[in-house]
């Protein structure tokens, strides 16, 4: 597999029609993010600790010159990692000056969801409301939680 992934998909929707999303697995559930946020997927590279960081902080990384934060979710939402180590990838995404990653256990596909496939979280159930969570999407036989990066990282 290449050590970067392209990111474009072969179908288009208007922003009334839903959203383009990156999927990726996370221990044995699916989770999706927006595309619009995500500048690349690269292979696992070596990160080094920060010092006094919080646990769910990997450290930081050198990526063609720049520094990156990782974040590792797997520590940041109790979840246990799974599959190999040659499938983890760092997903990395962009809000105005902040640039981070995130650890994933694989990265699986490139999806448009329509609209009316998502379900906010708290029309599911009410007390499964969480701060990094958007919705719950339905593909087929498929559930993907969608996850807010913005929100992740603060």
């Not at 597999?1 to 699916?30: C, H, T, W």
């Not at 995130?102 to 701060?131: P, R």
């Amino acid at each position: 597999m290449d050590e970067m992934i392209n990111l474009q998909s072969e179908e288009d929707l208007s922003p009334d029609d839903g959203i383009q999303v990156v999927a990726f697995r996370l221990g044995k559930e699916e989770y999706a993010v927006d595309i619009l946020h995500v500048q690349e997927i690269v292979r696992l590279l070596s990160i080094t600790r920060v010092p006094r960081s919080a646990k769910h902080i990997e450290g930081v990384v050198n990526l063609r010159g720049n520094i990156v934060a990782i974040i590792n979710l797997h520590k940041r939402f109790n979840i246990a990692s799974a599959g190999e180590v040659e499938d983890k990838r760092i997903v990395v995404f962009q809000f105005d000056d902040l640039k981070a990653g995130i650890i994933v256990d694989e990265v699986s596909e490139v999806l448009a969801l329509n609209s009316k496939d998502i379900e906010e979280t708290d029309k599911v159930y009410s007390s499964m409301s969480s701060d990094f969570i958007k919705g719950i999407a339905r593909l087929e036989d498929r559930l993907f939680l969608l996850l807010d990066l913005q929100k992740i990282v603060e």
